[in-house]
């Protein structure tokens, strides 16, 4: 079996980087690793030589209106919240003592505790001993807070950068059930998590991922649902990223499984928190990355591409119904250009002898054969696509209606296509965007273009052929341990029934899939069907 | 030599692939309209009786009402179909005389109705033209049929009720829309099965002729005698076999020609064939028929169970008298469509009379013949 990244010999190739230092040997590696000492002037010189960029901030200050030590209070310019500066930090050292006792007595090593603790109404500050802890702290966002003549320092959060407010998931929408949307923001969308989880075991594990970006990241998960291999195995590949640079969930998506190459992703990757939260019921395992409004889910098996969050804001039957019409969507993606090559080029003896004569007379007069019909319209329509995505949604919109109505009538009017052709294409175009989920549509087009390619050569025999190929290579997936192609292989009726031709009833929904694993499969307290 | 699984894996790919390539490939390769569907088939004798005089009926996609036609001005008023005739000493060869013609790939794979002459028919055995499904890429579903005169009269006819007559054809044969049980539809494997799985089996098809309006349409059903057109039957005989035969109809009625008129709408039956001797050793033709319908119309009121009985009664007596007069016919002709002599055989394959296909048709011409006729209404319609 083919995992995502997950065979041994892949494990073999990943390097162990818990030792790795990219600045060692370096003038900035001896800095980082230099203690922060007493001296307040050489403490600014050396941060000043590492951070000389012009956004960096430096305010020095006296504590206790000249009589405490000379203070400095280091940020970058954009990242810190200026009014919660001067409030919450400098005006208190300039001017208090709280309960009359100064902070600066006893040992100078515990001042920077003690102004933390007795003098400053932050929460979350960190004691720091050495400049990495200082730089780190401070690229991320926070404060720096030195004190001359005490050794170490404090970091202080006060953020204060532009943030794009929590909004409707644009790529997933529904018309039923939350509308809400992950943010940039890590810790907001940890709270938009806990906010649809109230279970006392989910379990919050952050991460740095990135030897150079120190990108935030979490790993979510239900302790008591999660199956603890899984939990161990992103763990292990997430310590294990050797890159210097993190930005996004897919990036990560990708590091995660070294060495897979395939069309078909092996995370599911969703911008809604309610779909994250079902997703840990059932046993998965969430990675958030920060600065991505993205959250990644593994295991992810084949069926989920039918999977919409309206499937659980609707009727049951509506459900059943709206399933269905993925599925026919989905031939329609994967089927429907190659058997139009296949039957018009080798087997026109399949069709109903009325639509073979259709066919006929549509085609007669192109100068383009099928094959070279279907690359051109279907190119256009690829092309439309990704013009949509870039274009600002007013003109966007304008250039699906021109390029798929327009040029494609023009076409078939200049005897340059068939008009069977714009049908063909208006049907494949229209079922590739019911995927709910929009990356899973491409990999079936993709899958599509394979089709055609083989119905070129070798008719509807190639077509066969080549999903047969596709079948033998689904069945070689696993992600993180769970077959891809189940519930279908290895078969679970039960699961085939509940979870992909129709959505379950909630009353019946006494165990969790069984497909994922879940380290406990009872999802109700009695294993009994509620009686009406 | 060892293999390994690898080298395995790899064996079976190459397979795979040696089998697509022999499965099907680019040499196969024609558009659509690159090809001349021929629909309807027609097959007389050569001139002089040499060979074969083929005529095909190819559809021209382009001028069927509705279809898209280059240039905007469409295909309207134009024939959507082409007739071609060529000869060759074979059927394959004049079937190249055609495509020599129409400069297009003739593609059978659409062949719906293939219409043998009658000439043809009783000269040819039919078993010699086996060879056109196997090895001429027809589909084994094509119907055969008969021409009453030339199958090129019948091929070349046009039809009102279809745009193209070949279409007309195969859409009754096909019960598209209703099929009447006068149409006897004989698919080419049941005929050349038939006429080859035992030779005390004959075949029949449906017969084809030029109407009074010039037109194509159905006439009666042609039979066999081994492998020779033994003759023809009538339009009430064919439905009869198609009854026993077991193909439905749609619409079929059973009414009386004596009086009282009755009018029976055949909803369902049940029929049941077989042949024995009786004890002094002549062989027996059983037939069986039960019919089950909606009584539409009658001379007088029918009320009373004994009403009832008596109705039943008139219509069960004509139906026996069809159905005699129907192996009768058959008898005469020395035609065994129904295959009484396969299951005499099988009760005693070591009977005299199944020795061998002359000593059947002895035995099957003096035959004694028993009908056993019932008729029930289970629903009164509208009473005249």
Same mark, same amino acid.
């Given at each position: 079996?083919?995992?995502?990244?997950?065979?041994?010999?892949?494990?073999?190739?990943?390097?162990?980087?818990?030792?790795?230092?990219?600045?060692?040997?370096?003038?900035?590696?001896?800095?980082?690793?230099?203690?922060?000492?007493?001296?307040?002037?050489?403490?600014?010189?050396?941060?000043?030589?590492?951070?000389?960029?012009?956004?960096?901030?430096?305010?020095?200050?006296?504590?206790?209106?000249?009589?405490?030590?000379?203070?400095?209070?280091? !940020?970058? /310019?954009? #990242?810190?919240?200026?009014? &919660? +500066?001067?409030? $919450?930090?400098?005006?208190?050292?300039? %001017?208090?003592?709280?309960?009359?006792?100064?902070?600066?007595?006893?040992?100078?090593?515990?001042?920077?505790?003690?102004?933390?603790?007795?003098?400053?109404?932050?929460?979350?500050?960190?004691?720091?001993?050495?400049?990495?802890?200082?730089?780190?702290?401070?690229?991320?966002?926070?404060?720096?807070?030195?004190?001359?003549?005490?050794?170490?320092?404090?970091?202080?959060?006060?953020?204060?950068?532009?943030?794009?407010?929590?909004?409707?998931?644009?790529?997933?929408?529904?018309?039923?059930?939350?509308?809400?949307? !992950?943010? /940039?923001? #890590?810790?907001?969308?940890? &709270? +938009?998590?806990? $906010?649809?989880?109230?279970?006392?075991? %989910?379990?919050?594990?952050?991460?740095?991922?990135?030897?150079?970006?120190?990108?935030?990241?979490?790993?979510?998960?239900?302790?008591?649902?999660?199956?603890?291999?899984?939990?161990?195995?992103?763990?292990?590949?997430?310590?294990?990223?050797?890159?210097?640079?993190?930005?996004?969930?897919?990036?990560?998506?990708?590091?995660?499984?070294?060495?897979?190459?395939?069309?078909?992703?092996?995370?599911?990757?969703?911008?809604?928190?309610?779909?994250?939260?079902?997703?840990?019921?059932?046993?998965?395992?969430?990675?958030?990355?920060?600065?991505?409004?993205?959250?990644?889910? &593994?295991?992810?098996?084949?069926?989920?591409?039918?999977?919409?969050?309206?499937?659980?804001?609707?009727?049951?039957?509506?459900?059943?119904?709206?399933?269905?019409?993925?599925?026919?969507?989905?031939?329609?993606?994967?089927?429907?250009?190659?058997?139009?090559?296949?039957?018009?080029?080798?087997?026109?003896?399949?069709?109903?002898?009325?639509?073979?004569?259709?066919?006929?007379?549509?085609?007669?007069?192109?100068?383009?054969?099928?094959?070279?019909?279907?690359?051109?319209?279907?190119?256009?329509?690829?092309?439309?696509?990704?013009?949509?995505?870039?274009?600002?949604?007013?003109?966007?919109?304008?250039?699906?209606?021109?390029?798929?109505?327009?040029?494609?009538?023009?076409?078939?009017?200049?005897?340059?296509?068939?008009?069977?052709?714009?049908?063909?294409?208006?049907?494949?175009?229209?079922?590739?965007?019911?995927?709910?989920?929009?990356?899973?549509?491409?990999?079936?087009?993709?899958?599509?273009?394979?089709?055609?390619?083989?119905?070129?050569?070798?008719?509807?025999?190639?077509?066969?052929?080549?999903?047969?190929?596709?079948?033998?290579?689904?069945?070689?997936?696993?992600?993180?341990?769970?077959?891809?192609?189940?519930?279908?292989?290895?078969?679970?009726?039960?699961?085939?029934?509940?979870?992909?031709?129709?959505?379950?009833?909630?009353?019946?929904?006494?165990?969790?899939?069984?497909?994922?694993?879940?380290?406990?499969?009872?999802?109700?307290?009695?294993?009994?069907?509620?009686?009406? | 030599?060892?293999?390994?699984?690898?080298?395995?894996?790899?064996?079976?790919?190459?397979?795979?692939?040696?089998?697509?390539?022999?499965?099907?490939?680019?040499?196969?390769?024609?558009?659509?309209?690159?090809?001349?569907?021929?629909?309807?088939?027609?097959?007389?004798?050569?001139?002089?009786?040499?060979?074969?005089?083929?005529?095909?009926?190819?559809?021209?996609?382009?001028?069927?009402?509705?279809?898209?036609?280059?240039?905007?001005?469409?295909?309207?008023?134009?024939?959507?179909?082409?007739?071609?005739?060529?000869?060759?000493?074979?059927?394959?060869?004049?079937?190249?005389?055609?495509?020599?013609?129409?400069?297009?790939?003739?593609?059978?794979?659409?062949?719906?109705?293939?219409?043998?002459?009658?000439?043809?028919?009783?000269?040819?055995?039919?078993?010699?033209?086996?060879?056109?499904?196997?090895?001429?890429?027809?589909?084994?579903?094509?119907?055969?049929?008969?021409?009453?005169?030339?199958?090129?009269?019948?091929?070349?006819?046009?039809?009102?009720?279809?745009?193209?007559?070949?279409?007309?054809?195969?859409?009754?044969?096909?019960?598209?829309?209703?099929?009447?049980?006068?149409?006897?539809?004989?698919?080419?494997?049941?005929?050349?099965?038939?006429?080859?799985?035992?030779?005390?089996?004959?075949?029949?098809?449906?017969?084809?002729?030029?109407?009074?309006?010039?037109?194509?349409?159905?006439?009666?059903?042609?039979?066999?005698?081994?492998?020779?057109?033994?003759?023809?039957?009538?339009?009430?005989?064919?439905?009869?076999?198609?009854?026993?035969?077991?193909?439905?109809?749609?619409?079929?009625?059973?009414?009386?020609?004596?009086?009282?008129?009755?009018?029976?709408?055949?909803?369902?039956?049940?029929?049941?064939?077989?042949?024995?001797?009786?004890?002094?050793?002549?062989?027996?033709?059983?037939?069986?028929?039960?019919?089950?319908?909606?009584?539409?119309?009658?001379?007088?009121?029918?009320?009373?169970?004994?009403?009832?009985?008596?109705?039943?009664?008139?219509?069960?007596?004509?139906?026996?008298?069809?159905?005699?007069?129907?192996?009768?016919?058959?008898?005469?002709?020395?035609?065994?469509?129904?295959?009484?002599?396969?299951?005499?055989?099988?009760?005693?394959?070591?009977?005299?009379?199944?020795?061998?296909?002359?000593?059947?048709?002895?035995?099957?011409?003096?035959?004694?013949?028993?009908?056993?006729?019932?008729?029930?209404?289970?629903?009164?319609?509208?009473?005249?």
């Amino acid at each position: 079996m083919t995992s995502g990244g997950g065979s041994d010999k892949q494990k073999q190739q990943i390097p162990n980087t818990s030792n790795y230092e990219p600045w060692a040997g370096t003038q900035i590696g001896q800095w980082l690793n230099q203690t922060v000492g007493p001296n307040l002037e050489e403490n600014t010189r050396i941060l000043k030589a590492l951070l000389s960029a012009g956004d960096t901030r430096i305010v020095r200050f006296t504590c206790l209106g000249g009589q405490g030590p000379e203070a400095a209070l280091v !940020f970058f /310019e954009g #990242l810190a919240d200026k009014v &919660a +500066l001067e409030d $919450r930090i400098i005006r208190p050292l300039q %001017l208090g003592m709280r309960n009359g006792s100064s902070p600066f007595q006893g040992p100078r090593r515990d001042w920077p505790r003690r102004v933390a603790e007795d003098l400053l109404p932050i929460s979350g500050h960190q004691i720091l001993s050495n400049f990495d802890q200082a730089v780190g702290g401070l690229t991320a966002g926070q404060s720096l807070l030195l004190l001359d003549g005490a050794p170490g320092g404090v970091l202080l959060p006060t953020p204060g950068w532009k943030e794009r407010a929590v909004e409707a998931a644009p790529t997933e929408t529904t018309i039923r059930g939350p509308k809400v949307g !992950f943010a /940039e923001n #890590l810790q907001t969308n940890i &709270a +938009l998590v806990r $906010r649809h989880v109230q279970d006392p075991t %989910l379990r919050v594990e952050p991460f740095e991922v990135g030897i150079r970006s120190k990108t935030k990241t979490a790993v979510v998960y239900i302790e008591a649902l999660a199956r603890p291999a899984l939990v161990e195995e992103i763990r292990r590949r997430i310590s294990r990223i050797d890159m210097d640079y993190v930005t996004d969930v897919r990036e990560l998506s990708e590091l995660m499984q070294p060495g897979y190459r395939g069309v078909f992703p092996m995370h599911s990757v969703t911008e809604r928190p309610d779909r994250v939260s079902h997703m840990l019921y059932d046993g998965k395992v969430a990675v958030l990355v920060d600065g991505t409004p993205d959250a990644l889910l &593994a295991p992810f098996v084949l069926v989920e591409n039918l999977i919409s969050m309206d499937d659980y804001y609707i009727p049951r039957a509506l459900a059943t119904f709206d399933r269905i019409l993925r599925l026919i969507a989905w031939v329609a993606v994967v089927f429907t250009p190659a058997l139009y090559v296949a039957v018009s080029a080798y087997n026109p003896d399949v069709l109903k002898v009325e639509l073979a004569i259709v066919l006929a007379g549509a085609r007669v007069g192109v100068p383009l054969n099928a094959v070279l019909e279907v690359v051109l319209m279907g190119a256009m329509m690829e092309l439309l696509q990704e013009a949509t995505i870039r274009l600002p949604s007013k003109i966007g919109s304008a250039a699906t209606v021109v390029g798929g109505l327009i040029i494609g009538q023009a076409a078939a009017q200049a005897r340059l296509i068939s008009n069977i052709m714009v049908v063909i294409v208006a049907i494949t175009a229209i079922a590739s965007f019911v995927f709910p989920v929009y990356e899973h549509g491409i990999s079936w087009r993709i899958v599509g273009w394979l089709n055609v390619a083989m119905a070129a050569m070798f008719g509807i025999f190639g077509v066969f052929a080549s999903m047969l190929l596709i079948l033998f290579y689904l069945n070689s997936l696993e992600s993180y341990g769970v077959p891809y192609l189940i519930p279908f292989s290895p078969l679970i009726p039960q699961e085939l029934l509940a979870n992909v031709l129709g959505r379950q009833a909630f009353w019946k929904r006494k165990r969790r899939p069984r497909s994922l694993l879940p380290r406990d499969e009872r999802a109700a307290v009695t294993g009994e069907e509620a009686q009406p | 030599m060892r293999v390994g699984p690898r080298g395995r894996r790899w064996l079976a790919s190459g397979l795979a692939a040696l089998l697509l390539f022999g499965s099907g490939g680019c040499w196969d390769y024609h558009q659509l309209n690159e090809r001349a569907f021929v629909l309807m088939m027609g097959i007389d004798p050569g001139p002089d009786g040499q060979g074969y005089h083929i005529t095909t009926q190819k559809i021209i996609g382009e001028y069927l009402p509705g279809a898209q036609a280059g240039g905007g001005g469409g295909g309207a008023g134009k024939t959507p179909y082409m007739i071609k005739e060529a000869d060759g000493r074979s059927i394959p060869a004049a079937l190249e005389g055609i495509r020599e013609k129409v400069h297009r790939d003739l593609d059978l794979s659409h062949l719906k109705v293939i219409v043998l002459g009658e000439d043809l028919a009783r000269q040819k055995d039919l078993r010699t033209l086996d060879a056109i499904p196997r090895d001429m890429k027809i589909a084994e579903t094509v119907f055969l049929s008969v021409a009453h005169g030339r199958a090129r009269d019948v091929a070349m006819a046009p039809n009102r009720a279809e745009d193209v007559p070949a279409l007309y054809v195969f859409h009754a044969y096909a019960g598209k829309y209703t099929r009447s049980l006068a149409v006897l539809a004989v698919p080419i494997w049941y005929a050349f099965d038939r006429t080859q799985t035992s030779p005390l089996i004959d075949t029949a098809a449906g017969g084809l002729a030029v109407d009074s309006q010039g037109e194509a349409n159905f006439a009666g059903a042609a039979v066999w005698r081994g492998g020779e057109m033994a003759g023809w039957l009538s339009e009430g005989e064919t439905a009869m076999l198609n009854f026993f035969l077991g193909f439905k109809g749609v619409d079929d009625f059973l009414q009386t020609e004596d009086e009282p008129c009755l009018s029976l709408r055949l909803t369902r039956g049940q029929v049941k064939r077989w042949a024995d001797w009786d004890p002094d050793g002549t062989v027996v033709l059983h037939l069986r028929i039960q019919t089950a319908g909606m009584l539409v119309a009658s001379d007088g009121p029918i009320v009373t169970p004994a009403d009832e009985i008596r109705a039943e009664n008139a219509l069960a007596e004509e139906q026996k008298k069809k159905v005699e007069a129907l192996i009768h016919h058959l008898q005469e002709l020395a035609s065994d469509p129904l295959g009484f002599g396969e299951r005499l055989r099988r009760v005693d394959s070591t009977a005299p009379e199944v020795q061998s296909r002359q000593a059947w048709e002895e035995a099957y011409k003096r035959a004694r013949v028993e009908v056993d006729s019932g008729v029930t209404f289970y629903e009164r319609g509208l009473v005249r």
